[in-house]
């Protein structure tokens, strides 16, 4: 007899802690809008959102593997042919905005397809992976050659199409996907420690040209000098100040003032653009301290924490691949946007899991933890079988 079979279908765990990551977020979107700088209330458009996100958990976790499995392809599908309709579509549906077409602009809603395809990259990836380790039992360094082939001949393609718009911050989140589906791939190590000695020997070197022998990168690669910026403005910011290190200094400035117990709710000295978006964390540092902050890093890593919980539980490879494509991404989300806003990292743009303002990458986030509840909400009927 299964004892979990009174146990409630519903993640409460994950509940609570999407309950948390909400109210966080509507604190510090208040916070950031009350300072004058918009005349929009985000706070209510958030709170909508989020409305929209439950719903969306409400649609996708009443399907189970079988189903999630059928979708992947049609799924995948769907998204490259938005990307693909995002580069033809005209001015009036799909205007540059910040240098980046990014997005389709319609009565009402503005639509970012590449945060749905991060979700639907992590179905695709799962699926492949799950389906190739069903066929070949016997595994070998071909095998699992021809594994990786797939895996990367997956991302590559959405991955070329982002690149167009161009966004890299997104095409960041879709190659963290990928590595990390190709450790638990099972590809054996022999080729997956070549691999990523030679991606960092690469990213290392690109560095190094860029800082050191950029004319270089200009003559042999067409690279232009003002292209440089982002990598020299993130390496001396205060040296840029005026320029392209302007938002860098300006975070690290409200950050350090917060000092530890921040200047309270609604107190504001620094002046930050975007700051209810990319900069979300900066205005939880200056006005809550290290010690919001710490608390709100303390949240992300339950979240990480839970969804490795149920990676390790069930017994669905399927579901396993998709927790950590799922982990793949928010990791990702948070160390690169924390790193950018302290100066660790360069700024590439991306936004804050469920803090930052933005109704895509809300909803996108949302579909992703939609497949969690999922998972948890069948998995247990399997705790004595083998999961299929």
């Known amino acids: 007899m299964n004892r979990n079979q009174n146990n409630s279908k519903i993640d409460f765990s994950l509940v609570l802690i999407l309950m948390l990551l909400c109210l966080a977020s509507c604190v510090a979107i208040f916070s950031a809008q009350s300072t004058g700088q918009y005349n929009e209330n985000f706070l209510i458009k958030q709170i909508f959102w989020y409305a929209v996100g439950v719903a969306i958990i409400a649609g996708v976790i009443s399907l189970d593997s079988d189903q999630l499995k059928k979708m992947a392809w049609y799924a995948y599908g769907f998204g490259i042919f938005l990307l693909l309709l995002l580069i033809v579509a005209p001015e009036s549906i799909a205007r540059e905005i910040n240098g980046a077409k990014s ?17 639907f990259i992590i179905l695709a990836l799962s699926r492949i992976i799950v389906e190739h380790q069903e066929k070949y039992l016997a595994k070998t360094i071909k095998t ?6 797939k895996i990367v001949s997956i991302t590559f393609f959405p991955l070329i199409l982002v690149m167009q718009q161009p966004d890299l911050g ?12 190709i450790f638990v791939s ?3 190590w ?19 040209l860029v800082v050191w022998q950029p004319d270089l990168l200009e003559k042999y690669l067409g690279v232009q000098e003002y292209q ?11 040296n840029y100040q005026s320029s392209t290190g302007y938002h860098l200094t300006q975070s690290l400035l409200a950050i350090g003032s917060g000092e530890t117990a921040g200047k309270g709710m609604g107190t504001r000295d620094v002046y930050l653009p975007e700051s209810h978006s990319d900069f ?16 709100l890093v303390s949240l992300f890593f339950l979240l990480i924490y839970h969804i490795t919980k149920v990676a390790l539980e069930t017994k669905n490879s399927f579901y396993t691949c998709i927790c950590v494509g799922v982990i793949s991404a928010i990791t990702f989300h948070v160390f690169q946007n924390i790193g950018m806003t302290v100066g660790v990292l360069p700024i590439t743009g991306i936004p804050l899991p469920f803090i930052s303002y933005g109704g895509s990458s809300l909803m ?16 247990k009927k399997y705790m004595f079988s083998n999961g299929e």
Do not use: C
């Open 103 to 119: 997005w389709f602009q319609l009565p009402g809603i503005s639509l970012q397809p590449s945060e749905f395809v991060k979700v």
């Open 144 to 149: 699992d050659l021809w594994l990786l082939i």
């Open 170 to 181: 997104t095409s960041l989140v879709f190659i963290a996907i990928m590595l990390g589906m």
């Open 186 to 188: 099972g590809i054996t």
């Open 190 to 208: 022999k080729i997956i420690v070549p691999l990523f000695m030679g991606g960092a020997s690469f990213g290392a070197g690109i560095l190094y």
């Open 228 to 238: 440089f910026g982002r990598i020299y403005s993130w390496l001396d910011p205060y």
């Open 280 to 295: 979300i964390f900066s205005v939880i540092g200056e006005e809550f301290g290290f010690i919001g902050a710490s608390v």
């Open 364 to 379: 996108g986030n949302m579909l992703a933890m939609g497949l969690i509840f999922s998972i948890r909400y069948h998995y």
